[in-house]
């Protein structure tokens, strides 16, 4: 959504095309992402001719401020929907940056690793919105990425495991 | 107006910005090196907007105040003590990827 869909694709507009092709994930609710991701897109072809990259979308896994549990049925919801889609792209890298649609996904592959289908590599960025807490997504990636950045040095200081490189959006 | 697809041209041609606390707003402006105060709705209490826009104010980049004290902020303001906001190096995250993949 929105300012995540913005960070998104700032965090990718230095990336080589060895990240390619280019698999975006949007919650069914979503309209206005789609237009930013192909814009982005269409300027990056003018550079890269054989740069690729698809849309999906899935149901979106919670609203602003959902009950805890509503939440998690609907996010088990978009698991049902995820999962077929990553199995479908096995991804070798996922990059997230807080939406709750990566929540589902992230999931998903995560559990593809432990079945031994495919091992993919979870990179979360968290939103630059984020300077003192973590957002409810990031506090449950926290634990199932590979890799998690966040972009102010008192985030770092709470969560030793994560990276910080400054801010990168 | 109520939404527009875009509010680069309006920010290009603005002086002052006044605003909510939304990420997206608060950084398009500053990286547009315009003066902006950050107006926080005392109602709305969204902690997620707090954070960053205290943040700014820390670093000395924006003005901050709520609905009842923006009349008093506008006349007592002095712009000129705002400190640019450095821009985001999204290269920094492509060389730690890179890095991540062997790509180096």
Known sequence: ??????????????????YSPRHYVLADSDKMSEAKICSFEQKRAETFSKSQFTLDRIPRSREVR??????????????????????????????????GTCVPVCLSAFLLGLLRIKRTIIVYVES?????????????????????????????????????????? | FRFKESLAEDLQSAELVISHAGAGSCLETLEKGKPLIVVINDKLMDNHQLELAKQLHRDGCVLYCNCSTLVETLQSMDLSALKPFPAGQPEKFASFLDKVFGLQ
């Not at chain 1, 929105?2 to 060895?18: A, M, V, Y």
């Not at chain 1, 009950?67 to 990553?86: G, K, Q």
Request: charged share 20%; hydrophobic share 35%; aromatic share 12%.
């Open chain 1, 1 to 18: 959504t929105g300012g995540h869909t913005t960070e998104i694709l700032r965090l990718l507009s230095c990336l080589s095309e060895s």
């Open chain 1, 66 to 99: 959902q009950s805890w549990i509503s939440s998690v049925v609907t996010t088990l919801n978009s698991i049902f929907f995820s999962l077929p889609l990553t199995y479908k792209r096995k991804p070798d890298l996922i990059l997230c940056n807080g939406p």
């Open chain 1, 128 to 169: 630059i919105c984020r300077v003192e807490t973590l957002s409810l997504s990031g506090k449950i990636l926290y634990y199932f990425s590979d890799y998690f950045i966040v972009q102010w040095p008192e985030l770092k200081k709470k969560y030793p495991k994560s990276v910080y490189l400054g801010r990168i959006v």
